[in-house]
T-cell receptor, first 113, second 115 residues
């Protein structure tokens, strides 16, 4: 299943680095999401984009900066992260209708040293 | 407020046993949607099922079955004749009809199926 792809799959970065996570969906969907999955915690919604417009920012620190240039691509730019930001970052997409099924990518495992 | 509770943190069974994963939800909305996802060790969340609040029919898909009971706000998931490949973390999730796809996940149940 390659409907939603994410790169890189693993990333190790220092606290002063700048890096970006990429998500691409090949499903013809219109809405895209970023989630954070930390150990021992439920999945947390970070951002929602619908038709390239950000519709939700779930009180995410500004060191995480999303970008959605078109309905197929979603980026998460990372800058001066903290070790507690180490987590699995998952991207998802839907057609964009209310409560549509979200299809997830494989995630990027991020480690902040 | 919405909430999803998966009280079972970890379950271990032997292959061919049946196993039920519990999910209890809270919502004030009359229109809502419930989901189950499977997360194998590879990390990807795999969609299993979606139910809306107006459809209480139970569903069966192969060895998987789901029991939706609004009276107890539960949406339990049963795997019949479990297999080693069923080993994964299973998440129950809820979204309300008026939301913009804000899925609220439970903490997940880790299922280990031993040969």
């Amino acid at each position: 299943e390659t409907g939603v792809t994410q790169t890189p799959r693993h990333l190790v970065m220092g606290m002063t680095n700048k890096k970006s996570l990429k998500c691409e969906q090949h499903l013809g969907h219109n809405a895209m999401y970023w989630y954070k999955q930390s150990a021992k915690k439920p999945l947390e919604l970070m951002f929602v984009y619908n038709f390239k417009e950000q519709t939700e920012n779930n009180s995410v620190p500004s060191r995480f900066s999303p970008e959605c240039p078109n309905s197929s691509h979603l980026f998460l730019h990372l800058h001066t992260l903290q070790p507690e930001d180490s987590a699995l970052y998952l991207c998802a997409s839907t057609l964009g209708g209310l409560a549509d099924t979200q299809y997830f990518g494989p995630g990027t495992r991020l480690t902040v040293l | 407020a919405q909430k999803v509770t998966q009280a079972q943190t970890e379950i271990s069974v032997v292959e061919k046993e049946d196993v039920t994963l519990d999910c209890v939800y809270e919502t004030r909305d009359t229109t809502y949607y419930l989901f189950w996802y499977k997360q194998p060790p590879s990390g990807e969340l795999v969609f299993l099922i979606r139910r809306n609040s107006f459809d209480e029919q139970n569903e069966i898909s192969g060895r998987y079955s789901w029991n939706f009971q609004k009276s107890t706000s539960s949406f339990n998931f049963t795997i019949t004749a479990s297999q080693v490949v069923d080993s994964a973390v299973y998440f129950c999730a809820l979204t309300e009809g008026g939301s913009q796809g804000n899925l609220i996940f439970g903490k997940g149940t880790k299922l280990s199926v031993k040969p």
